[in-house]
């Protein structure tokens, strides 16, 4: 233990640099339409933040919904607009209204 520390000590300036990098790599990779699904993938299936993840995707998606049915769109509309909007890449795969 208190070999680790002392590398970390010694290296922190790299350890800080690998992070910076993994950050901004992870980050732009996200922006890509497969990293977002990939990425959006793995954060619903985290064991305890992933239900709360699925959880808030679900009260944004029936938000939004709610929001343009009351405003008068047409169901299809409302379902197309929603599913673009519901803010995780993971969970809207699949679910589109065009066969």
Not at 57 to 82: N, Q, Y
């Amino acid at each position: 233990m208190i070999g680790l520390s002392n590398l970390l000590k010694s290296y922190i300036l790299f350890v800080l640099a690998g992070a910076g990098i993994v950050f901004f790599g992870v980050r732009s990779y996200y922006k890509t339409d497969s990293g977002r699904m990939v990425i959006d993938g793995i954060l619903l299936r985290l064991p305890i933040l992933g239900d709360a993840f699925r959880k808030i995707a679900v009260a944004r998606f029936s938000r939004t919904l709610a929001t343009l049915l009351s405003s008068g769109v047409s169901i299809i509309e409302a379902l197309e607009i929603t599913a673009r909007t519901a803010g995780n890449a993971g969970g809207t795969e699949g679910h589109s209204l065009h066969a």
